[in-house]
């Protein structure tokens, strides 16, 4: 029985495919399935190569354009588009084919197959972005110790044991870390905070479960969820981190605060490291703020904007 397929004569379609993302094992899947679904595929060949294909992809008036990787590639596609402020133009997908794949897990898509299907005839929404200082981000920018336990957890560890590969990390990471000396002013939000500590870590997301006094970042809401986790004893730091991520139990060491402006700054000379989107970068100083509705995604039939 031939199904009708979606009439795709006025949209001009591409996918950007990591081959190496993952356990580096679904190209060949993805061309098969690409070629079905009739999407072009371009591949990335090294770090920093999706950011120009996205480029390309907006040059060649692209409407729909599919990202197949992880969190990683999705970032350089976004940060490609925003530098050439092609965001409004290009609706984008998911088709998960990384490590983690939190975006597409928050997004309520599972498998290569329901990406493609996502790609089809999913909802198109509009999403706020994060930005940090000028590149923006789409699921969460975290510095100290879950930024460390990324790091930590190398691609072999990955490889071997997937998610649980951070928590492994971080259990390593947990002993020797030193904390992040740092001033925090937010403004813009339900309150305001001027804070100046030591702190084990700092969350701001954009679309990300944070634990349960940030609860999952809204990304249709105009406001980054915010955590900042206090130093603390190393024993109750690391029970309250896991505590605070992983149970979402209330740990009183967390301030949880929602706004649209977040300035942090290292007080010593060394630059503060944040994961953007899984990323690393450094910075002197940083200002948070967001992009609202900035981002056209198609979503799965079981997301919900407020997780
Ligand atoms: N051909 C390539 N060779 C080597 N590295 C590449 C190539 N193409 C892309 N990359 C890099 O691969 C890295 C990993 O990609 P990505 O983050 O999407 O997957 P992942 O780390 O497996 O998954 P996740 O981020 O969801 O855990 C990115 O930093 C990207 O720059």
Redesign the pocket.
Same mark, same amino acid.
């Given at each position: 029985m031939g199904e009708a397929r979606p009439d795709r004569s006025a949209e001009r379609r591409r996918l950007v495919l990591?081959?190496?993302?993952?356990g580096a094992d679904h190209a060949e899947t993805v061309r098969r399935l690409a070629a079905i679904h009739q999407f072009p595929v371009v591949? @990335? %060949?090294?770090?920093?190569?999706?950011v120009e294909l996205a480029k390309a992809a907006a040059a060649d008036s692209v409407d729909l354009l599919a990202v197949c990787?992880?969190?990683?590639?999705?970032?350089?596609v976004v940060e490609g588009l925003a530098a050439v402020d092609a965001l409004d133009a290009v609706t984008v997908c998911v088709i998960?084919a990384? @490590? %983690?794949?939190?975006v597409a897990g928050d997004l309520g898509i599972e498998t290569l197959g329901e990406g493609f299907e996502v790609a089809d005839s999913g909802e198109t929404r509009r999403l706020d972005l994060g930005v940090a200082n000028d590149e923006p981000f789409v699921m969460s920018a975290i510095a100290g110790l879950p930024a460390d336990v990324s790091e930590a957890a190398t691609a072999d560890l990955?490889e071997r044991f997937g998610s649980v590969a951070f928590l492994i990390g971080g259990l390593r990471e947990g002993f020797s870390f030193d904390g992040l000396e740092v001033t925090i002013d937010a403004s813009g939000g339900s309150a305001e905070t001027a804070w100046t500590g030591e702190a084990i870590a700092v969350l701001v997301g954009n679309l990300r479960r944070l634990g349960k006094n940030g609860g999952r970042a809204d990304a249709e809401d105009g406001l980054l969820a915010v955590e900042i986790i206090e130093r603390m004893p190393p024993g109750e730091a690391v029970r309250e981190a896991i505590e605070q991520r992983f149970l979402d139990r209330d740990t009183p060491h967390v301030r949880a605060l929602r706004t649209t402006r977040l300035a942090v700054d290292p007080l010593g000379a060394e630059p503060i490291r944040f994961s953007l989107?899984?990323?690393l970068r450094e910075f002197e100083t940083v200002e948070f703020g967001v992009l609202p509705d900035a981002l056209r995604l198609r979503v799965g039939p079981e997301y919900r904007p407020e997780g």
């Amino acid at each position: 029985m031939g199904e009708a397929r979606p009439d795709r004569s006025a949209e001009r379609r591409r996918l950007v495919l990591n081959p190496v993302s993952g356990g580096a094992d679904h190209a060949e899947t993805v061309r098969r399935l690409a070629a079905i679904h009739q999407f072009p595929v371009v591949e @990335t %060949e090294r770090g920093g190569h999706g950011v120009e294909l996205a480029k390309a992809a907006a040059a060649d008036s692209v409407d729909l354009l599919a990202v197949c990787g992880g969190d990683g590639t999705l970032h350089e596609v976004v940060e490609g588009l925003a530098a050439v402020d092609a965001l409004d133009a290009v609706t984008v997908c998911v088709i998960p084919a990384g @490590t %983690e794949n939190i975006v597409a897990g928050d997004l309520g898509i599972e498998t290569l197959g329901e990406g493609f299907e996502v790609a089809d005839s999913g909802e198109t929404r509009r999403l706020d972005l994060g930005v940090a200082n000028d590149e923006p981000f789409v699921m969460s920018a975290i510095a100290g110790l879950p930024a460390d336990v990324s790091e930590a957890a190398t691609a072999d560890l990955k490889e071997r044991f997937g998610s649980v590969a951070f928590l492994i990390g971080g259990l390593r990471e947990g002993f020797s870390f030193d904390g992040l000396e740092v001033t925090i002013d937010a403004s813009g939000g339900s309150a305001e905070t001027a804070w100046t500590g030591e702190a084990i870590a700092v969350l701001v997301g954009n679309l990300r479960r944070l634990g349960k006094n940030g609860g999952r970042a809204d990304a249709e809401d105009g406001l980054l969820a915010v955590e900042i986790i206090e130093r603390m004893p190393p024993g109750e730091a690391v029970r309250e981190a896991i505590e605070q991520r992983f149970l979402d139990r209330d740990t009183p060491h967390v301030r949880a605060l929602r706004t649209t402006r977040l300035a942090v700054d290292p007080l010593g000379a060394e630059p503060i490291r944040f994961s953007l989107d899984g990323e690393l970068r450094e910075f002197e100083t940083v200002e948070f703020g967001v992009l609202p509705d900035a981002l056209r995604l198609r979503v799965g039939p079981e997301y919900r904007p407020e997780g």
